[in-house]
């Protein structure tokens, strides 16, 4: 069956960087495009970023670009989120599925941005 699970969060201060990875399995994970959502507390998740399966044209929320870059290896089976420049607003749970979502989400990954 298919599995996402998601690693990489933590607790870190405004202005420092985190790297999320998100190893899918169960279903071709070179044929689909991936991405990256997040739910912070007492809001609905929305999508982040969005890579297609060569890993060209990414795509990524207002708030994100300049400061996100996803990027993939499909050796692996692996999505990444590099966050530079984290803001206290990016303290969510953070999610990686297909685009657009097909699959049941994993358990997330938090990140907590804080000084």
């Known amino acids: 069956q298919v599995q996402l699970v998601e690693s990489g969060g933590g607790l870190v201060q405004p202005g420092g960087s985190l790297r999320l990875s998100c190893v899918g399995s169960g279903f071709t994970f070179n044929g689909k495009t991936m991405s990256w959502h997040r739910q912070a507390p007492g809001k609905e998740r929305e999508w982040v970023a969005s890579i297609p399966p060569a890993g060209d044209g990414t795509t990524y929320v207002d708030p994100a670009k300049g400061r996100f870059t996803i990027s993939r290896d499909n050796a692996k089976n692996t999505v990444y989120l590099q966050m530079n420049s984290l803001e206290p607003e990016d303290t969510a749970v953070y999610y990686c599925?297909?685009?657009?979502?097909?699959?049941?989400w994993g358990q997330g990954t938090q990140v907590t941005v804080s000084s």
């Open positions: 599925n297909a685009y657009p979502p097909s699959f049941d």
